[in-house]
């Protein structure tokens, strides 16, 4: 199994600050533009993805409560309400993307469907076996514990429930690896630190993504969380994967 490293990636490389810390103060600077650099620099790709991954839980039965962790501005949560008309609960560490995410909530009259609130993904606030699916979009790379954070999610899914991961990867094949490492080192940071004014968060990006043990080295760490990975669906030429999980 491909170990985290003992020197995690951080947004601003702080030595008095923790991971957590620095993602939750990057998370709150960008807010007001995430969800327009995510359509941006996706060139709107993101929303098959999110569709896709959504769609992975249509056959789960029961499926009467869902957990979107990492839930930024809402919109897998809002997504999997609406496909799949079953309450939503989404946690986030970090305020200012939740406040926005609360503000689509209300905009689409969905209060009483989708509950937002601010939680470390390390210490989610739900009993044992609460949900029957949980999911996470784009956010796992971001746990300042990948083999915590993984397990406190499998700690809320019941027995036969379904974990649902949507996670930048890395293209392997000739000439999209190429593209992809091209775009993602010279061009992602400079549209992201125009549009954001953060120079670091979009540099942070890419960054985490060439650190996080994509396709089968991130599935020991879901085997090893509790869960058995059971699907893998690539997308876009690798760019994405789905990771598909039962309990």
Known sequence: MQEQTTTPIKPYNQ??????????????????????????????????????A???????????????VATGTGDLAILANKMLNVPVSGTDLTEGMIEIGRQK?????????????????????FANG?????????????YAHLDKGLAEMARVLRPGG???ILEFSRPRSFPM????????????????RCVSKDRRAYE??????????????????LTNAGVKPVKRISLTFGIATIYIAEK
């Open 105 to 125: 909530v209300a905009k689409l009259g969905l209060e009483n469907e989708i509950s937002l609130s601010k939680a470390d993904s390390e210490a989610l606030p």
């Open 15 to 52: 030595e008095d600050q923790s991971k957590a810390a620095e993602v939750e103060q990057m998370f709150n600077a960008i807010a007001p533009k995430y969800d327009l650099l995510n359509h941006l620099l996706s060139m709107n790709i993101d929303k098959g993805w999110r569709k896709k």
């Open 204 to 221: 942070y990006l890419p960054e985490s993504v060439l650190a996080f043990p994509d396709g089968t080295d991130f599935e020991e760490y």
């Open 130 to 142: 609460e949900f029957d699916a949980v999911t996470v979009a784009f956010g796992v790379r971001n």
């Open 162 to 164: 379904r974990m649902v």
């Open 177 to 192: 690896k190429q593209l992809y490492m091209f775009y993602f080192r010279n061009i992602l940071p400079i549209i992201g």
């Open 54 to 68: 959504i769609n992975s839980l249509k056959d789960l039965k029961p499926l009467s409560r869902i957990l979107d």
